[in-house]
């Protein structure tokens, strides 16, 4: 019965990249407001994905309409090409656009990514797509959308600065480790995603184009290329990126962000690149 | 040992091998068709077409076999379907006052027009567990006689005859629809109504709940509740006049709720709204009681701070596919935030044990 309505579908059956393009035209509007207006969460008609809210439905809904065929498409989580995530959506765009994929940073004309800015330096032609969980930097200062929309209207962000002077009388410290939030260009306060503090500086002046989509909460928001992105922070306690003290254990580094691996259950460990294309370049290199 | 967090892409393979595996249960146990879901698991059916937000009894019934039983993967894949299928046109509004009903049921009055219809309800079984239906049986016999055409007219309608129930006022406003345009606030009734009616049964059944228990307590009786098959029409350009392209179940829960009175209102009835897909009666009143209580401020009364009050609370919490979908990404992998979290407490116990130790030399 169910053969005979139609219902089964192949994978050719579906619109390059899955989603139709009324669909496309839909999110593409909302990406160039974003770009037209720096910083400013754009709400858009999110759709249900094939993969669950949080798993970068926002990110793949705004690769899927930027993407065309002639793209090389990479997807990072946690900086690397092989984590579990980064396989399977980078796979549904295999299956779904036929684009070819590739692991290398320069490479890719379209990055997708979750929690990591990769280490090498984007060049202008190149769109960096964030997956974003929370957009709303003031979300946990103030929980009510309505309200916090207010707030970005009137440029009202001093909770914001009381929250962060807090956190340094409290700490000694601001207290953010991740997803720290910026100003663009002077106006919006922008939450980067939860990428670790010492990605900040590389969304400032940015050749690339940053693309932010967060599917559940149905925002997009931008930043155009070389846009100045400011870490919030006081003339007397400067903004620090911050990294684990020590070098790459497999290519040397010292200037990228470390994962710390767990060795053994004496509590040995190690710390090597999570940027895993710029540490195995770099081993080549090494080795060569 | 760092070459143990590679092979993600077996790792993903195999493990659906497994899970289809785990699917199919043991392979000498006759395997369950998608007709048999349909027909005998009818109401876990109704419940993934209510909050999978589309109406087709068989693709439910795939989808609940897909995913093991679990309802709300259920939804999700009926959820993920549905955005890839083109939108031809909508249908008119569904007339439920022409519905030819299984059920219709009223609280407030004894009898009325149409009669009270009790239907396929477990209402009034025991619940016991019938060791019967363990063993293979023949179809159960059901008496039957013929149907009864008698018109059943809406119980709201003889209270707005003596005006003793506020007007539900009728509007040719095209309603806003959730599933194209993102939700904003303040939502009006009927965008707060649709999203409701797709929302979590659980959630919406626990804020019910808490409506009855005090939190903005709206005295609700349960005016009627009908359910039952109504047609869908609509309009074919080419032919110009509006086609019956087919009928769906619903059910449909009117509540009348006591109301005293305020600054802009007489005393009078007010009401609360519930329609959702196939027989999910829990799902309608809970539906009902959730709308009235989210009347507050149209009806001038208090915010009395109760979860049930707050659009904001509810209609961003209400999606089962949105809530479940964040809340189980945390077992995605979080390594490299971890790590920075990592980084900062130890900063801020070395200085602490710094500090420590200064006060420590400094009494000595």
């Not at chain 1, 106006?187 to 932010?212: E, G, T, W």
């Not at chain 2, 000498?28 to 009894?57: T, W």
């Not at chain 2, 808490?210 to 074919?236: C, K």
Request: aromatic fraction near 8%.
């Amino acid at each position: 019965m169910l053969r005979e309505r139609g219902h089964f579908m192949t994978e050719t059956a579906y619109n390059f990249a899955y989603l139709d393009e009324e669909t496309k035209r839909m999110i593409r509007r909302a990406i160039l407001k974003g770009l037209a207006i720096p910083g400013y969460q754009v709400p858009f008609a999110s759709r249900e994905m094939p993969m669950p809210y949080g798993w970068g439905t926002g990110g793949v809904q705004v690769s899927a309409a930027v993407m065309t065929p002639e793209d090389r498409f990479k997807v990072i989580d946690q900086g690397a090409d092989d984590t579990t995530n980064a396989v399977s959506i980078r796979k549904f765009f295999e299956r779904t656009a036929g684009v070819a994929t590739t692991t290398r940073t320069e490479e890719a004309s379209l990055i997708q990514t979750r929690h990591r800015i990769p280490e090498a330096a984007l060049a202008e032609g190149q769109i960096l797509v964030y997956q974003v969980p929370i957009p709303e930097p003031l979300r946990f200062l103030e929980p009510r959308e309505s309200e916090t929309r207010k707030m970005h209207a009137l440029e009202e962000y001093g909770l914001m600065h009381v929250k962060l002077y807090e956190d340094i009388s409290r700490h000694g410290h601001i207290a953010t480790a991740y997803a720290y939030p910026v100003r663009v260009e002077g106006r919006y306060v922008m939450d980067p995603s939860p990428i670790p503090k010492f990605d900040n500086p590389k969304l400032s002046d940015c050749p690339a184009i940053q693309l932010f989509g967060a599917g559940r909460e149905q925002r997009i928001y931008a930043l155009p290329p070389y846009t100045r992105a400011a870490s919030l922070d006081f003339e007397d306690y400067p903004f620090e990126a911050s990294k684990a003290e020590h070098p790459c254990a497999l290519c040397g580094a010292d200037d990228t962000y470390l994962d710390e691996v767990i060795t053994d259950d004496a509590g040995g460990r190690m710390f090597v690149c999570s940027d895993t294309d710029y540490c195995e370049t770099r081993q080549k290199e090494r080795a060569a | 040992m760092y070459v143990a967090v590679k092979g993600g892409e077996r790792a993903i393979d195999n493990a659906h091998a497994w899970l289809a595996e785990e699917r199919r249960g043991d392979a000498s146990v006759a395997e369950l068709s998608v007709a048999q879901i349909r027909e005998q698991l009818a109401l876990a059916v109704n419940r993934v077409m209510a909050e999978g937000s589309l109406y087709d009894p068989d693709l439910a019934a795939l989808a609940i076999k897909q995913a093991r039983g679990d309802l709300i993967e259920a939804v999700f894949l009926i959820r993920a379907y549905r955005t890839t299928l083109p939108r031809f046109g909508t249908s008119h509004p569904v007339d439920t006052g022409a519905m030819a009903c299984d059920r219709r049921i009223s609280a407030t009055f004894k009898d009325l027009p149409g009669g009270q219809v009790l239907g396929p309800t477990f209402d009034y079984t025991h619940r016991l567990l019938d060791f019967a239906l363990a063993a293979e049986g023949e179809a159960p016999h059901t008496p039957e006689r013929e149907a009864d055409d008698a018109a059943m007219p809406r119980v709201m309608d003889f209270l707005n005859r003596e005006g003793l129930i506020e007007e539900a006022r009728p509007s040719d406003d095209v309603p806003p629809d959730v599933t194209r345009e993102p939700l904003a606030m303040p939502a009006d009734r009927a965008l707060r109504l649709q999203v409701l009616s797709r929302a979590d049964e659980g959630f919406i059944l626990g804020l019910a709940y808490s409506t009855q228990r005090g939190y903005a307590r709206n005295h609700p009786f349960v005016g009627e509740l009908r359910i039952g098959t109504v047609a869908v029409e609509m309009d074919v350009p080419e032919l110009g006049f509006a086609v019956e392209i087919g009928e769906i179940a619903l059910t449909e829960c009117e509540t009348v709720n006591q109301f005293t009175g305020s600054k802009t209102e007489p005393a009078q009835f007010t009401r609360g709204y519930g329609l959702v897909f196939g027989q999910t009666e829990r799902k309608a009143i809970s539906m009902a009681l959730v709308d009235r209580a989210l009347r507050w401020e149209e009806l001038g009364e208090d915010d009395v701070g109760a979860p049930a009050q707050d659009a904001e609370f509810v209609l961003y919490h209400a999606d089962n596919i949105q809530a479940t979908g964040f809340l189980e990404h945390i077992k995605l992998p979080h390594y490299v935030d971890f790590q920075s979290e990592l980084e900062l407490v130890r900063k801020l116990r070395r200085e602490a044990s710094a500090d420590a130790d200064g006060h420590q030399e400094a009494a000595e």
